[in-house]
């Protein structure tokens, strides 16, 4: 399914949201439908995640400590796995890893299995903070597995200055021009204009997003590339001195290379794992995203991945002489909460992907 198909999929999905946007649902539901005893040997569990997104060797751990076979999928994108399980009543996936506003979307539609916490005791680990995003409140549908922001990735020693705004990578200064980039990725396209402007990362304005689109077409002309993949790389060879890069995926380890969030403000980004309502092993299921936040297992995505975890216990279990490479997997959560939780859009997602298409094209 192309982009702009699987947002026109997730626009029929928001209006089964309550009254505040959020799933039908205020609190964690209780496993009466579930069986706390079930012989989790018997389940066999099919996970879809991103390529290198956890542990290769966590399957046969967790068979080995749970005794539920498990088997890995994996989706390249957010659209490429809501495509699969919108495609049909049974994706045959148990659990999915999926961004914050598609875990609101699925949910929506009823795609989801409410999350029986007393089946899933590691809940505990999490930072209260993390019951508190826009797009589950109360973690009823999905449990967050990574959070972080948005800002600017750049070198200190060929920029020649600290840059602090958004305008620096849309209005850039001679010496920036043609070295430069920008995600491609739609929301986070928006996402530095959005900013600039004073606006929302959610906004549906049709006034407002006419004038992200202006500023966005203006700003293309001095670009290097819009590039969600190879910033760091640019950077590090120095064709490129300034990125628009998610907190993880600039590599700070390089000491020529730092990162900050602009002043007027960012996103608050989250990645989730999500159980679907068609799956026939709920209960391993469970069994699986307990697993992953128990502290020893979660700690391996901040310590390889470089994303922070929503996992307090997991944190701590870091080296501190990673914190100094990657400070920015020390902000503290009140700090990151600060950034605008990106959620879905409904009808208007489809209006987005036509302004980046329009945008990116040529």
Not at 214 to 242: I, M, P, Q
């Amino acid at each position: 399914m192309s982009v702009a198909a699987t947002a026109a999929v997730l626009a029929l999905l928001l209006p089964g949201c309550g009254a505040d946007g959020q799933p039908g649902g205020s609190g964690p539901a209780a496993s009466a439908s579930l069986d706390p005893e079930a012989d989790l040997r018997k389940q066999r569990l099919t996970v879809s995640n991103w390529d290198g997104y956890m542990p290769k060797d966590l399957p046969a751990r967790f068979e080995s400590a749970v005794g539920a076979p498990m088997t890995v999928a994996k989706h390249g994108t957010n659209e490429e796995i809501v495509a699969k399980l919108t495609a049909s009543a049974d994706s045959g996936i148990d659990v999915a890893f999926v961004s914050g506003q598609y875990a609101q979307a699925l949910a929506a539609q009823g795609l989801l299995e409410p999350i029986h916490h007393d089946l899933v005791p590691h809940l505990r680990n999490l930072d209260p903070l993390a019951a508190r995003l826009a797009h589950d409140k109360g973690n009823v549908y999905s449990v967050p597995y990574t959070w972080g922001t948005t800002g600017l990735c750049y070198r200190k020693d060929l920029l020649g200055y600290t840059p602090d705004s958004w305008n620096d990578l849309l209005k850039p200064r001679a010496a920036v021009k043609g070295r430069a980039t920008m995600l491609k990725t739609e929301r986070w396209l928006f996402l530095p204009a959005q900013k600039a402007l004073g606006y929302s990362v959610n906004t549906t304005d049709e006034q407002q997003l006419a004038r992200v689109k202006e500023l966005l077409l203006t700003a293309k002309d001095d670009l290097l590339a819009y590039d969600d993949t190879t910033f760091g790389d640019r950077l590090g060879s120095g064709e490129a001195v300034l990125a628009e890069a998610w907190d993880g995926w600039c590599p700070t380890d390089d000491k020529r290379i730092g990162f900050v969030v602009p002043k007027e403000g960012s996103d608050l980004w989250t990645d989730t794992m999500v159980i679907l309502k068609s799956s026939k092993n709920k209960e391993a299921a469970h069994a699986f995203i307990d697993y992953v936040l128990d502290a020893k297992v979660h700690s391996w995505v901040a310590s390889n991945i470089f994303y922070k975890v929503p996992n307090t216990a997991a944190m701590a279990e870091l080296d501190p002489a990673l914190l100094k490479s990657y400070p920015a997997l020390a902000m503290a959560p009140e700090q990151l909460l600060k950034g605008e939780s990106v959620v879905d859009l409904g009808d208007a997602a489809t209006a987005y992907t036509r302004i980046v298409t329009e945008v990116t094209a040529g």
